[in-house]
């Protein structure tokens, strides 16, 4: 990251992340949780997309900020209504003197350690090669992974609608 365009998006991406996943810590309520979550999801997409990381940006994007958010919204909708909320705990004051020895652990480390640069060029692209595997080689185990998602998401949408 030479160029001041990548640091800038870098900083960006990261604040983005560390702040959406504070909230999803801070939020009372479990939809705007997830919501924060998704954000979360997509700021580490983000930073993949910088790393030169395309597949791994593409599936962070498709799996944990689009199905593990619907996966976590059914769940919400299938519990009681009073049992949505986030309750109140006594463990939050307890929790605060590790989190602050495991801040102050990072922190330390990542101020001590002498980081050398990588001397390597940019990194191949994989997504094609990848494409091209799923359509071919392992066709047949990726359509039976799609037609069992399918089945799983209409016995999710019985178990849900009213009668």
Known sequence: MDDSG????????AALT??????VVA?????????????????????FVLLSADFLAVAQVLIYAGAIPVLIIFAI????????????????LPALPLVGALLATIISIAVVTDWPEATRGGFEETTS???????STYVLPFEIASVLLLAAMLGAIILVRED
Do not use: Q
Not at 6 to 12: L, N, P
Not at 27 to 47: E, P
Not at 129 to 135: N, Y
């Open 6 to 13: 990548s640091v800038v998006a870098f900083w960006t991406l």
């Open 27 to 47: 939020v009372r309520n479990l939809v705007h949780a997830v919501v924060y979550l998704i954000l979360s999801f997509v700021g580490v997409a983000g930073i």
């Open 77 to 92: 909708m299938l519990t009681p209504r009073a049992a949505r909320d986030n309750a109140e705990t006594s463990l939050g």
């Open 129 to 135: 090669v990848i494409g091209e595997a799923l359509l």
């Open 18 to 23: 560390v702040g959406s996943a504070l909230m």
